[in-house]
């Protein structure tokens, strides 16, 4: 879709619009739409983009996308684009209750939003929810990954609890889209995501951490 196409009277509701991937995406279409950020993150770096972006005219509700009662006060919109998220894998297995509650649930209470409203969905999702050793193992080339690869329920060892939880809110998604007309979805399954002013980390955002550790000789 071109951005001659796209009308600016349309709604986008950003959810995880202070992070690196939802700032990048509201950064590329302010103009474009009219945008609403929906993340919960209140450190100093997100609450000065917050308050940069809402100088801009942008809408911004500081709350957790797994609080039911702040979708009740979101009004209407055409897309959502859905990139809060708990990211990591390492912290899932440390605090895996939250994990679920940020991926599984909180993408529950997004498909909700989107039934009622209407909306479609843009999901950011991973691509952990693929089974690598079924596709290393099957594959007729090792390490290449498709939409029809086996995903991670067909695996027999442990999974990390984040690709369980990201795999359960694109499974919620989907059944959304059988079973209401007005749902539409598209189930992006990013790995390696890096771009400028990215801040990453040793659990998440990695390319851009090993990045920085090369230059600074870490």
């Excluded at 509650?101 to 989107?114: C, D, I, K, M, P």
């Excluded at 009622?116 to 594959?139: E, H, L, P, Q």
């Amino acid at each position: 879709m071109t951005s001659s196409s796209i009308s600016s009277e349309k709604k986008i509701l950003v959810t995880g619009g202070l992070g690196f991937i939802g700032s990048s995406v509201v950064q590329r279409l302010h103009g474009e739409y009219d945008i609403t950020i929906l993340d919960w993150d209140t450190s100093p770096a997100a609450n000065d983009a917050a308050a940069d972006f809402q100088q801009e005219g942008i809408r911004i509700y500081q709350n957790d996308i797994v609080d039911p009662k702040i979708w009740d006060k979101l009004e209407p919109c055409d897309y959502i684009f859905h990139s809060a998220a708990q990211p990591s894998a390492q912290v899932s297995k440390d605090a895996p209750a939250r994990d679920f509650l940020s991926n599984a649930y909180g993408t529950f209470l997004v498909a909700e939003y989107a039934r009622k409203r209407g909306a479609a969905v843009i999901y950011c999702n991973s691509m952990r929810v693929y089974n690598t050793d079924a596709i290393d193992a099957a594959w007729p080339e090792p390490g290449v990954i498709s939409e029809g690869c086996p995903t991670v329920e067909t695996s027999c060892r442990p999974q990390p609890p984040f690709a369980i939880s990201k795999y359960t809110g694109e499974l919620y998604l989907r059944q959304c889209v059988k079973r209401y007309e007005q749902v539409r979805v598209i189930s992006h399954r990013m790995s390696g995501i890096v771009g400028p002013d990215q801040k990453g980390s040793q659990l998440h955002g990695w390319l851009s951490y090993l990045v920085s550790c090369a230059v600074n000789g870490d």
